[in-house]
């Protein structure tokens, strides 16, 4: 068996209502000897809440109208780029690059090339509830199986297990529009190195 993970690994950090982005910028972060608060990466990054959830933040940001859960959270769509803000912001010498689901035309390579260069991948994927219902979530991939093609996940939600694994073939599956019409892909974040 040959398994690449991330050296260091993830600190596992809960992610407050709707912050899975957010909270697995801030394990990146921990990851990499760096803290931000995840309430302030929340702001930086335009993360929508629904009204009844303010009581959960000390610093609310981008409150979403009704109740359309399609609303809140980060949107893949422009992750990387209020994520490279934030870096630029507070200095940190990482960029970060979205990658459409589309574009990748050998998941396993993608995968295991950016876990060896030590680069962080945040996935946008649909996350099933029950048989007919789900929302998008992010997680990280932390490493890969690469003869089984298991993937090992780091989950930023209270609800679900720290740590999971699921097949390459099973991830990019729930990654598909069929589930809510959404385009989903990846964030890829690397350091930067000093010229």
């Known amino acids: 068996m040959t398994l690449i993970k991330l050296n260091p690994p993830y600190r596992h950090l809960y992610q407050k209502p709707a912050f899975c982005g957010p909270c697995c910028v801030q394990m990146i ?4 000897g ?3 608060e995840q309430e ?3 702001i930086e990054l335009n993360t929508g809440i629904l009204k009844k959830d303010t009581i959960h933040y000390s610093m609310p940001p981008k409150i979403v109208d009704g109740k359309d859960e399609t609303k809140i959270g980060v949107a893949l769509e422009k992750f990387d780029i209020h994520l490279n803000e934030l870096f630029k912001k507070h200095k940190f010498k990482l960029h970060a690059k979205q990658f459409d689901k589309s574009e990748i035309i050998n998941p396993k390579n993608f995968i295991e090339n950016n876990l ?5 991948i945040i996935v946008d994927f649909w996350l099933k509830q029950t048989s007919n219902s789900g929302v998008g979530h992010f997680i990280l991939i932390s490493g890969i199986n690469t003869e089984s093609e298991q993937l090992i996940i780091c989950d930023p939600d209270g609800d679900a297990k720290s740590e999971w694994t699921i097949s390459i073939t099973e991830l990019f599956d729930l990654m598909d529009k069929k589930w ?3 385009k989903r892909g ?5 350091k930067i190195n000093d010229k």
């Open 29 to 32: 972060f921990l990851r990499r």
């Open 34 to 36: 760096l803290w931000e």
């Open 40 to 42: 302030e990466i929340a």
């Open 116 to 120: 060896k260069e030590d680069n962080d």
């Open 180 to 182: 809510d019409g959404n």
């Open 186 to 190: 990846f964030v890829v974040v690397k």
